[in-house]
């Protein structure tokens, strides 16, 4: 029965993940590590331990408040999954800009420097310069879509 309802609630997740405008998509974290909608396809559900999703900020996971805006997905896994990740503010400096630069995950900007994302969220990044006509940022700007 517990394999059932694992299996329906991540089916549930795509689900409702694919039913979201494309300008509105949750954050999936699986065992404290940012990661993109594609990596969860590779999952076998008997190796999730267990599933939260939140709409709102939660002590559990104030770390990500930031990224709750659109919903988050906290995956726990049985057995941990070697994912490559970085910090925020590690991922900032192997795209060479400062500390200060803005980083924004789903159009939604994340202050905590220390979030672990998958490093490959990398390969998706665009840097976006400073530029008063459009973005009014003082520093360039990392923005990545997880889908």
């Known amino acids: 029965m517990k394999k059932l309802i694992i299996a329906f609630t991540v089916f549930f997740c795509f689900q409702l993940s694919l039913a979201q405008k494309s300008d509105v ?3 999936y974290i699986v065992d404290n590590v940012i990661v993109s909608n594609v990596l969860l396809h590779s999952f076998d559900p008997e190796d999730i331990e267990n599933i939260q999703v939140y709409k709102s900020p939660s002590s559990q996971i104030e770390q990500y408040d930031d990224l709750v805006k659109n919903g988050l997905i906290n995956i726990n896994m049985k057995k941990p999954l070697n994912i490559e990740k970085v910090t925020v503010g590690e991922a900032k400096k192997k795209l060479n800009l400062t500390s200060e630069s803005r980083f924004f995950l789903n159009d939604i900007e994340v202050h905590n420097n220390s979030i672990l994302i998958a490093e490959d969220l990398l390969k998706k990044a665009r840097i976006l310069q400073p ?7 003082k520093v360039p700007a990392i923005s990545i879509e997880t889908n």
Request: net charge positive; proline share 10%; charged share 30%.
């Open 25 to 27: 998509n949750p954050i």
């Open 131 to 137: 530029d008063k006509k459009f973005n009014n940022y």
